[in-house]
Every structure is written in C-alpha cells, then in structure tokens.
C-alpha cells in the first residue's frame, strides 16, 4: 500500500513561483513512474511532469521551460518547482505514482493564481 501527500500548494501572483512536494510511504516508490498532473474546474485531468524510474523526464507543453520535476528515491519524494506561474495555471495538482500495474494518486494540493 502507498500513500502520497502532497503539499506546498497556495495562492500566488502570476510571474511568482511555487514548490510542490509529494511524499511517498512505503518501499515501493524508487520502482515506479511518478509525476503531478493537475485539474482545472470544467476540464480533464492533464499531465504536467512526470519522471520514470530510469530518470527519464517528461513534462507537458504549456509548461515548458517554466516547471521543473525532480524526485528523490532516497527520501520518497518527488518535487515541482513551478516558475513564471500564469493565471492559467490555476488548478488542482495531484501527485501520482505508477508502479507494479497500479496508479496510486494523493489527495491534492490548490493552487491559485492571481491575474
């Protein structure tokens, strides 16, 4: 069993930044895939970043260049250093992680940006 708990979600202006960090529980986090995706009110879960067991990076377009994913199997964490936030990227974040056939998914952190 994991659990994944997020936090560092809040209220920003647009143009500042934000850290995300989600915390796994359990030995299972170093052998699977895990990332954030986020969920705006009216609109489909997206991807923002993900990064697989091999280090291999993913991130979705329209954070490109401003977000940055990083995990660390030693502490069961992976973080997202979001900069240049835009009003856009208001949404709920959620902390996953993939491994052995199974997504476990944390509750989710708000985060608000202002125009």
């Known amino acids: 069993q994991v659990q994944l708990v997020e936090s560092g979600g809040g209220l920003v202006q647009a143009g500042g930044s934000l850290r995300l960090s989600c915390a796994a529980s359990g030995s299972l986090f170093s052998l699977g895939a895990t990332g954030w995706y986020r969920q705006a009110p009216g609109k489909p879960r997206e991807l923002v970043a993900a990064v697989a067991n091999d280090g291999s990076i993913i991130y979705g377009d329209s954070v490109k260049g401003r977000f940055t994913i990083s995990r660390d199997n030693a502490k069961n964490t992976v973080t997202l250093q979001m900069n240049s936030l835009k009003f856009e990227d208001t949404a709920v974040y959620y902390c996953?992680?993939?491994?052995?056939?199974?997504?476990?998914w944390g509750q989710g952190t708000q985060v608000t940006v202002s125009s």
């Open positions: 996953r992680l993939g491994v052995a056939g199974y997504a476990y």
